[in-house]
């Protein structure tokens, strides 16, 4: 079983509609991250979290340290936010889920 | 955020040759960089982790002498792929941090290497 689980694996939505991205872990973490993967391959880091939640423009993610597992939500969905998401845990040598590829269709 | 500078973003090589991956942190002092590797339609893998002025630690199955990794300055992380064969064809991305602990990481743009 991988240490980092994501879901979905592919996620389709509409522009303007509300996406939520789950992950759960299976390991004791001091931080967990959210990265956005662009099609070319690069990477950005959305938010580093170890408790509660954190928003940033359209962005919310929050993070249940009993439950292990975090969620990375978007509001009002646009093209511009496909990309493919990716949970990781650990402050620096990160462990990464698989990621989540989003297509949001205008 | 603090800006990570990774060059170059792509290169092709022929089979045998080396390649050097430069990581650079603009705007920080990085004490401790990390080299990814990433196969196509799969997850992000960590090869190696670096510490200004020592050597790296790699992860179980990257063999070090194939891929040498050099962080000789505070901004600096170089990753060399030696004598590069087909199979070394990969997305390869580097993180850089200010120190350990939870401190938040940064990554460079990524760089594609193939290999002919």
């Keep these: 079983k991988n240490e980092v689980e994501q879901s979905p694996q592919n996620l389709t939505a509409q522009e303007g509609e509300f996406i939520t991205i789950n992950c759960s872990y299976s390991v004791g973490i001091s931080a967990l991250h959210w990265l956005q993967q662009h099609p070319g391959g690069g990477i950005v880091s959305l938010f580093m979290l170890s408790s509660g939640k954190k928003k940033h423009g359209r962005l919310i993610a929050t993070i249940n340290i009993q439950e ?8 009002a ?11 990781a845990v650990g402050a620096n040598d ?13 | 955020g603090a800006v990570v500078s990774q060059h170059p973003s792509w290169v092709i090589c022929k089979s045998g040759t080396s390649v050097k991956i430069e990581c650079r942190s603009l705007d920080f002092q990085a004490t401790t960089m990390f080299w990814y590797r990433q196969f196509p339609k799969q997850s992000l893998m960590l090869m190696a982790t670096s510490n ?3 050597k790296a630690t790699y992860e179980q199955g990257v063999e070090k002498d194939k891929f040498l990794i050099n962080h000789a300055s505070l901004t600096l992380s170089t990753l ?28 460079g743009q990524g760089t594609r290497l193939t290999v002919v």
Excluded at chain 1, 99 to 105: A, D, E, H, M, Q
């Design chain 1, 68 to 75: 292990k597992h975090s969620s990375l939500h978007i509001t």
């Design chain 1, 77 to 87: 969905s646009h093209p511009r936010d496909s990309a493919v998401y990716i949970c």
């Design chain 1, 94 to 106: 990160m462990r990464f889920g698989a990621g989540t590829r989003l297509t949001v269709k205008p």
């Design chain 2, 52 to 54: 200004e002025g020592s």
């Design chain 2, 80 to 107: 060399t792929v030696t004598s590069a064969h087909p199979e070394d064809s990969s997305f390869y991305i580097c993180s850089a941090s200010q120190g350990a602990g939870n401190t938040e990481a940064f990554f």
